[in-house]
C-alpha cells in the first residue's frame, strides 16, 4: 500500500478523478498534520467561501454582462457607454461555490453560465441601469472547469512539497517528526508555485 501522501497524488493525476474527494483526503491529511490553515482551505473549498471577496485569486473569473429580459432570455448588456472601471467591475465575478457546486454544474458541458450576483450588488446594478431587468455575468465553461483545475494543481504542488520534505503518512498515521516538517510548507508559497 502506497503512503497516504503517494497516493493522493496518483488520484491527482487520473483524468476522472472527483475533485471533491480529492478535497476531502487533504482536510483528513491536514487534520492529521495539524494544519489549519490547509484545514480552512480545502473546508472552503468544500463548503463554499463565506465571504466571497476572500476567495482564492483562481476563483475570480471574467464574463460578459448580461440582464435577463422580459421573455426570459439573457441578453448581453450595452457597454460602450460605460467606463471601462466599470465594464471590469460589472464582469468580474467572484465564484464562492463549493466544488460540489461547480462539478455539478459542469456535468452536462454546457458551453456557457449566467451567473447571479448577490441581492445587494443586483439592486444596485438595477438600480443604476433604471431597469428590472435581473443582472449576471455570462461565463465560459471553460472558466469554471479551470477553478477545479487549478485546485487539482495546488493539492498535487502541495504533495511534491509534502515528499519532498519527507512527509509521506502510512495507514493514515504521521509522526512528530512529519507533523513538524509539514507546518514548513505555507498554503501562500504553494498557491504561489500554481
Known amino acids: 500500500m502506497l503512503p497516504l501522501i503517494l497516493e493522493l497524488q496518483q488520484q491527482c493525476i487520473k483524468l476522472n ?6 478535497l476531502r483526503t ?3 491529511i491536514a487534520k492529521k ?20 471577496k476572500k476567495v482564492p485569486n483562481y476563483r475570480i473569473i471574467k464574463g460578459i454582462p448580461v440582464v435577463l429580459s422580459e421573455q426570459g432570455v439573457w441578453q448581453e448588456v450595452r457597454v460602450d457607454n460605460l467606463s471601462t472601471e466599470v465594464i471590469d467591475k460589472m464582469s468580474t465575478f467572484h465564484i464562492d461555490y463549493s466544488v460540489g457546486q461547480i462539478e455539478n454544474a459542469l ?4 458551453p456557457a453560465f449566467v451567473i447571479t450576483y448577490d441581492i445587494k450588488t443586483q439592486e444596485m446594478l438595477m438600480n443604476a441601469m433604471s431597469q428590472s431587468f435581473i443582472p449576471g455575468v455570462k461565463v ?3 472558466k469554471l472547469k479551470n477553478i477545479l483545475s487549478n485546485i487539482k494543481s495546488i493539492i498535487l ?10 512527509v509521506f503518512g502510512k495507514d493514515l498515521f504521521f509522526t512528530e517528526e512529519e507533523k513538524t516538517r509539514a507546518n514548513s510548507i505555507k ?8
Request: net charge negative.
Open 187 to 194: 498554503l501562500a508559497d504553494v498557491l504561489q508555485k500554481v
Open 26 to 28: 487533504v482536510l483528513v
Open 157 to 166: 504542488a502541495w504533495t511534491f512539497e509534502l515528499e519532498r520534505n519527507k
Open 107 to 110: 456535468i452536462n458541458n454546457p
Open 33 to 52: 498534520l495539524d494544519l489549519p490553515e490547509y484545514q480552512k482551505w480545502a473546508e472552503s473549498e468544500l463548503k463554499g467561501y463565506e465571504n466571497h
Open 17 to 22: 478523478s472527483s475533485i471533491e474527494d480529492l
Open 140 to 142: 465560459d465553461s471553460m
